[in-house]
């Protein structure tokens, strides 16, 4: 039985030889046509008690280094005992063949040359004998690799954010980190080569570096794909007998050239197509981001009070991106809240204003914290409100209001019928007289005393209107002063 697993980058192939006497089949080729897998045509053991499993950490440039793995282990899948093996390899790509000493593990480092080799998937076999002077096959297996006429990575980027719904979406107005990891190994090199970076955004091509990060603002909500070119050189002056070795052009090698970076307009970019070489390595690799504006502002509004086991109703508003999710909280009044969100958003809607019912359980104030997201950030907002019972005539959070309302009710009306009667009045002319005319006209003494003669000529009206409605009142004729009747002796 045989197991093939291909995960991203990396090769992993399993084979498992249960039986006894088993014939080998030879691998089925996954290569591309100018590729022919080499046949094994040894017979495997008539015991197998290992499982061989291998890896690479393909895939890898031409001219670069591909390192292969071989480990075994039981059949329970644990790593058998610390026994010496020898590993064969042979791969078709150069037609190479290899055998190194090793335990439970063996590593085998090939660099292909773009010489000799063509880019494509090839086939590496591994065979794998123990006991005496190795004589005894434990067991073999096959993998593919792939060699490539061009630089591998991947890129990354990050940026600084409370909250990121998914790891390729950005905020607006902040500082996108970008890096570039290209893969391929160069080691033993004569020269160290020098890198240069071009960075491009939608294909525009915005900064050069020569290490491999850069930053990035976005200003406007897009989906933007950002791309980054590398050119590797080994040497600009080489010497002449490697000059000449460059001069033979590889069997399957597309040399980068200037025109490769477009729009890339730069002395510096002439000086270096200037010197480029076709050992010299290039590459590109991109990567597709959303850019979102974060939250800006959160309204709430909705009812002040329910009964207990009812529902209050709320509208939330927010500006800022689509698409949001709202969660909420219920605390006692004046309970301390932490800065962070105390819940986690459920369901993202494409809209930013939300209804929800949230029901009251507990009689008094409550504080409802409400937590809006989008794909970029996060806000809060506070907003109480009060639980009652229902069966309870005197509700507290209705009794100011009621109480100060009755209040302006009874003054109005008082006040109506106050003004009222004094139209009714007939005018009375009455003398002022003066009996202090040394009292200042100004100042505190004078209005408390204007004040309290407004409020006697004011009974003494109300009380003369009574007595000329009164039936029985006579009006006494007395003229002058000392007189005991009920008028005079007002």
């Not at 502002?297 to 329910?306: E, F, K, N, P």
Request: glycine share 6%.
């Amino acid at each position: 039985m045989s197991v093939w697993v291909f995960a991203g980058a990396v090769t992993t192939v399993v084979i498992l030889w249960p039986g006894m006497g088993l014939g080998l089949t030879p691998p089925t080729s996954h290569t591309t046509p100018f590729s022919n897998a080499t046949p094994v045509t040894v017979a495997p053991a008539d015991k197998i008690n290992y499982t061989l499993v291998l890896t690479n950490d393909g895939p890898v440039v031409l001219d670069s280094q591909l390192t292969f793995t071989a480990s075994l282990l039981d059949h329970q899948g644990r790593v058998a005992k610390s026994n010496m093996f020898r590993y064969d390899w042979n791969n078709n790509a150069d037609k190479n063949f290899a055998s190194k000493l090793g335990d439970l593990t063996s590593s085998y480092h090939r660099k292909f040359s773009s010489e000799v080799t063509k880019a494509g998937r090839w086939v590496m076999t591994v065979a794998v004998y123990g006991g005496k002077e190795y004589s005894e096959m434990v067991n073999f297996g096959s993998m593919e690799f792939a060699l490539t006429e061009y630089l591998n990575g991947m890129m990354h980027s990050n940026q600084t954010l409370q909250y990121q719904r998914q790891k390729n979406t950005f905020s607006t107005g902040k500082t996108i980190h970008l890096f570039a990891n290209f893969t391929d190994k160069f080691p033993n090199e004569l020269f160290r080569p020098s890198y240069d970076f071009y960075w491009y955004k939608n294909g525009v091509f915005f900064q050069y570096t020569q290490v491999p990060h850069c930053e990035l603002t976005v200003e406007t909500e897009d989906n933007v794909t950002i791309e980054t070119m590398l050119r590797m050189t080994f040497d600009d002056f080489p010497p002449p007998l490697l000059q000449r070795e460059r001069n033979s052009r590889p069997l399957n090698a597309k040399p980068c050239s200037p025109e490769t970076f477009r729009g890339v307009n730069s002395s510096l970019s002439r000086r270096q197509g200037n010197y480029f070489t076709l050992r010299d390595k290039c590459g590109s690799i991109s990567q597709r981001v959303s850019v979102k504006e974060p939250l800006k502002t959160v309204d709430v509004v909705g009812d002040l009070s329910a009964a207990i086991g009812q529902y209050i109703s709320v509208n939330i508003t927010c500006n800022g991106s689509y698409p949001t999710s709202v969660c909420w909280n219920v605390t006692a009044l004046n309970t301390s809240v932490p800065s962070s969100p105390m819940c986690k958003p459920a369901e993202f809607l494409s809209t930013c204003n939300h209804q929800v019912r949230i029901k009251l359980t507990d009689l008094g104030w409550r504080t409802v914290k409400f937590t809006v997201y989008n794909d970029v950030s996060y806000m809060s907002s506070s907003f109480n409100v009060y639980a009652y019972d229902s069966d309870t005539v005197n509700v507290p959070a209705l009794t100011i209001p009621i109480v100060f309302c009755t209040i302006g009710i009874v003054i109005v009306i008082v006040g109506t019928i106050y003004l009222n009667k004094l139209r009714k009045k007939p005018i009375i002319e009455v003398a002022d007289f003066d009996f202090h005319p040394s009292m200042s006209t100004e100042g505190a003494g004078n209005y408390l005393y204007r004040l309290v003669n407004k409020m006697k000529l004011i009974w003494y009206r109300n009380r003369y209107s009574k007595k000329h409605t009164n039936p029985d009142f006579q009006e006494t004729t007395a003229k002058q002063y000392g007189a005991t009747n009920e008028y005079e002796s007002l």
